[in-house]
């Protein structure tokens, strides 16, 4: 069974890259992390970049982008740092409610259980 991503040639996702395979330790993204382009595409971005400001001309979290990538999350991550180090999108975490009513939090639980 092939996994969107993983079975890529290694050498395609070196390229996309530009042979790096992690950000820096300020990087903002995790997988809730909601992505919003600030500017259109311009001509002679990458492919990928271009792909990325189409999908987030509304919120999309990062585990968004990169299924619809199909690439890895951490790939998506690099290319997503570059993007926001050029002021091309903005990156915020999602408002947490306040859940603070146990019987809510069990009825969760119960729930999360029967799945």
Known sequence: MNRP???????RLYTITQGRTRTGPDNPFDLVTLVVAE???????????????????FPASVAEIAAELRLPVGITKVLLCDLLAA?????RHPRRPAITDPDILEQVLVGLRNL
Not at 5 to 11: I, T
Not at 39 to 57: N, W, Y
């Open 5 to 11: 991503g993983r079975d890529d040639a290694p050498d």
């Open 39 to 57: 500017s259109e595409p311009a001509a002679g971005m990458q492919s990928e970049h271009v792909a990325i400001l189409e999908l987030t001309r």
């Open 87 to 91: 002021g091309r999108v903005s990156a």
